[in-house]
């Protein structure tokens, strides 16, 4: 099945190696900048702002005004916008129609190149917000955050689709593994997702010590991307970013 590529400023998602994404996790504007100005030295594809953390998020304006300082400080570096809500692990709690607001306004700004949708935040939701950020020019990531266990693999895989029928550019999963066997699940629904039925990048992780492997085995299963730590982790089993570009670097010169 051929694949579309997500190209984001240059950044070719479902191209070559991995693409690491690195989070950035201030409450403040000030700590914002300041963790954007410590990436000048690391090798990384992407820039995740988790807007939950921020503490004048539900500030319009702040918000504009910090995601503006943070697009000069970045320069050309593409920037997904996530709110992790509460329920699927983030910081703050958000009523839907304020979540759907929140990354509609963000989009039409210009400001960043991709959101981040929770996929089951309800259907209608999710679509609107799709369709909004495409008709910005924005791609879309749609997401799901189990961090109580590991589904089966018949069931990732459904979620897994799901998003790519909503219409998100790239559907992503993390999963919390209770054991090594949960691991080789979340490898296997990778590996049926991306072989039989994605026609586009997908992202997943398998968390904590236990599901490093995941983070570091896109190339071989069929993840596009990775999250790496320049500082604080946004997820448990977060490598450092530089360490992430040598191990992805050793398995793309091997295969």
């Known amino acids: ?16 190696l991995p693409k690491i994404i690195v989070p950035i996790v201030g409450k403040t504007r000030d700590e914002i900048i300041a963790a954007a100005q410590s990436f000048k030295d690391v090798r990384l594809d992407l820039v995740e702002w988790r807007v939950d ?33 509460s ?16 990354n509609l ?3 039409a700004t210009g400001l960043v190149d991709l959101i981040d949708v929770e996929a089951f935040t309800g259907d209608e939701i999710v679509k609107r917000i799709i369709e909004g950020a495409h008709q910005c020019g924005v791609a879309v990531v749609a997401s799901n955050h189990d961090f109580d266990g590991t589904p ?47 026609d586009r990048p997908i992202i997943t992780m398998s968390m904590a010590g236990t599901g490093l492997i995941s983070r570091l085995s896109g190339e071989v299963f069929g993840s596009a ?15 450092n970013a530089r360490d992430l570009d040598t191990v992805l670097g050793l398995i793309h010169n091997s295969i």
């Open 105 to 107: 306004k963000m989009a």
């Open 152 to 198: 089966d693999k018949d069931e990732l895989v459904r979620r897994l689709v799901k998003m790519q029928e909503l219409g998100a550019d790239i559907p992503k999963i993390a999963v919390m593994p209770q054991s090594k066997k949960d691991v080789l699940t979340l490898l296997a629904a990778t590996e049926e997702m991306a072989d039989d039925h994605a």
């Open 225 to 239: 991307a990775t999250f790496g730590a320049v500082g604080k982790v946004s997820a448990p089993g977060q490598m």
């Open 53 to 85: 953390w921020f503490e004048d998020i539900f500030d319009f304006e702040k918000t504009k005004e910090t995601g503006k300082a943070l697009r000069d400080t970045l320069g050309n570096i593409p920037i997904l916008f996530t709110f992790r809500t």
């Open 1 to 16: 099945m051929s694949k579309k590529i997500v190209d984001v400023r240059g950044v070719r998602i479902g191209e070559g």
């Open 87 to 102: 329920k699927e692990g983030g910081e703050k709690a958000i009523e839907p129609e304020a979540y759907a607001d929140l």
